[in-house]
Structures are given as C-alpha cells and as structure tokens.
C-alpha cells in the first residue's frame, strides 16, 4: 500500500489543488493531510471607486484597476493562504471598530473555503478509488471537522481509528501547548490520555499499525523550532532552535511501537527519524511558497517501512 503524506497547508489553494492530485500523480492508494489545513487572515480589498481598488499583501500594496486585476490579486491571496474579501472604506472602517464582528466574518470566509475545498475534493476524487483522510490541526477552529464529516469523498481523522490496506490508523491534531494559545492544544497529560483513548481501539499489531499526530515526537529533530524570546521575536535573528515537540507523543510511539508516524506542526524540520523500528516523518511546509512539501511511503505486510520518499512540487 502507498501513502501519500502532506500537512499544513495553511489555507493554501494551491496546496490544496496539489495535494487532491497527488493520489494520481504518485500513484497512491490513500492521501492523508495531517492538519492545519485553514488560513490565519482576512485580506480587504478596497473600493476606491471608478473601478479602482486598492489592497496590501505581505506588507507590498497593490493598487488595482478593473475586475480582471481584482480577480488576479484575490487568487494571489488565496494562493498565499489568506482569504480575501471586497469592501468599500466605510464597510472596512466599521469592521475594524468592531472586533466581534472582524472575527465573524473571518470564520465566515474560512468555513466557506473549507467547504469550497471539500466539494473540489468531491468533484476531483470520486470514482478513483483513492482514500482521502484529513485529520484538522492545532491551527483549525473545532467547526471544521463538521464541514469534512459532510463531504462525500474526504474522511474526517480526528479521534478515530481508520483502516485501509490491513493497517489501521490513529489520528489527532491536538498539540501540546504552544505560546499562540491556538485552538487545538493541552497539557502533556491531557494529550497522553487522548492519545490512548485512540490507541486503546487499536486491533491490530504495532507492525500493522500507523499513528497520524500533528505534533511532532519530542527530541527527535522533527521537532526543531526558532527560539523565541520573551517579546515573541526570534532569538539570535532565527539561528537559536530548540525542541518544542510533544513528550507525550514521544512515549505513545515508544511504548506501542508502531511501523509508521506522521507528522507536521513545525515547519522548518522537514525529515525522517526512527524511534525504535518506528519510522517518523516531518515532510514540512512551504504553503507560502505554494509548494506542497510531501512524503510518498510504501507500506507492505507488516514489515519494517524501508520504501519512502520526501517530494517537493
């Protein structure tokens, strides 16, 4: 059986159109996105009459004329994993009076895309035979999971156990606690115990087992992250790292041995390590890039995962 492995796509449409295609493009039989699948922001355009507009993405401003260039730039935002939304300086003035109101629309707009992604999923993946399983992550509002328990072709993995191919999987995007407070996020022991909530259902041998957990083992270099200083800025311009991964997701994996573990929430520590005769993975992200960061592992009846790849496209 062949996985195809992504994860924090962060909003990215073109992540997202990639990762529906990876199924047929590295000939996988189940495509599995590990979280953080949602952006983080709002992006006005606005409407300084005539037909002209005017906007600002990654701090560049961007003056545009016509429908066609408003079109252009809002994929360019979507794109870049940001939610764009029209509105004309009174609209945008009340808005940001009102932060209540701010963060209706932003998950208005980000419940819409989730939506929007999972009806592209439907279109694209019936009829192929592929198995789509996303599991949200630290980063996605708790709503999502009931926009993908609606689609037709995407299975929700949060909290449950799947199987496919004899092997089955566990998966949870729950992270231990992060210094951004973000939806999805506990203590070491609160994270112990879901984790073997889930493993407790678990039939199946270690061998022919697969853990899906957004955060990383702790210690393992899958886990590196910037070190931050007390201000929130990065220390030494970025250089300092330090593990910031899950303790209770190390002694999961190292009491259960499973074959395989997937992995993402940090970004920069793209990798592989073994824990034992477990093979842990990090493909990474670049979603800002619109590049899916990937890993394609092949798994076969029960024996010790040697065949995988980490891909970029």
């Known amino acids: ?50 037909g002209n507009w005017h906007s600002t993405l990654l701090e560049n401003r961007e003056t545009l004329s016509g429908e066609e260039q408003v079109a252009q730039f809002e ?33 208005e707009h980000m419940l819409a895309t ?37 689609a037709q072709t995407v299975e929700l993995g949060e909290g449950r156990v799947l199987e496919f191919g004899g092997y089955q999987m566990v998966s949870s995007g729950w ?12 203590d070491e022991p609160q994270l112990a115990q879901r984790i073997a909530k889930m493993v ?3 039939t199946n041998p270690p061998e022919r087992t697969i853990f899906s957990l957004h955060c990383p083992p702790y210690g393992t270099g899958l886990d590196d992250a910037p070190e931050l200083t007390a201000d929130m800025d990065l220390k030494d311009a970025g250089h300092a790292v330090k593990p910031v991964g899950s303790t209770a997701v190390r002694e999961a994996i190292e009491a259960f041995g499973p074959a ?21 993975v990090n493909p990474g992200s670049s979603y800002e890039q619109g590049q899916l960061l990937g890993a394609v592992i092949d798994v076969d009846n029960g024996k010790q995962v040697k065949k995988f790849v980490l891909t970029s496209g």
């Not at 994993?81 to 004309?88: L, Q």
């Not at 992270?175 to 506990?186: G, I, V």
């Open 1 to 50: 059986m062949r996985i195809f492995f992504a994860t924090d796509v962060h909003g990215s449409e073109t992540c997202w159109r990639k990762f529906l295609n990876s199924g047929k493009h590295y000939k996988a039989d189940v495509v599995i996105l590990g979280g953080d699948m949602t952006g983080k922001a709002l992006v006005p355009i606005i409407n300084d009459g005539g």
């Open 260 to 280: 395989l573990t997937l992995h993402g929430h940090i970004h920069e520590s793209r990798g592989t390590k073994r824990l034992g005769k477990t093979l842990c």
């Open 175 to 186: 992270a231990n606690r992060t210094p951004w407070d973000t939806y999805r996020e506990e």
């Open 114 to 150: 989730v939506q929007e992604w999972m009806d592209l999923a439907d279109e694209r993946l019936a009829g192929t035979g592929i198995r789509c399983v996303v599991c949200p992550g630290n980063d996605d509002q708790l709503e999502v999971d009931d926009v993908i328990r609606q």
């Open 200 to 202: 407790d259902q678990v």
């Open 75 to 107: 994929l360019a935002v979507k794109r870049r994993g940001y939610y764009p939304f029209r509105v004309d300086p009174d609209e945008l003035a009340e808005l940001s009076k009102d932060e209540a109101r701010w963060h209706g629309l932003f998950d």
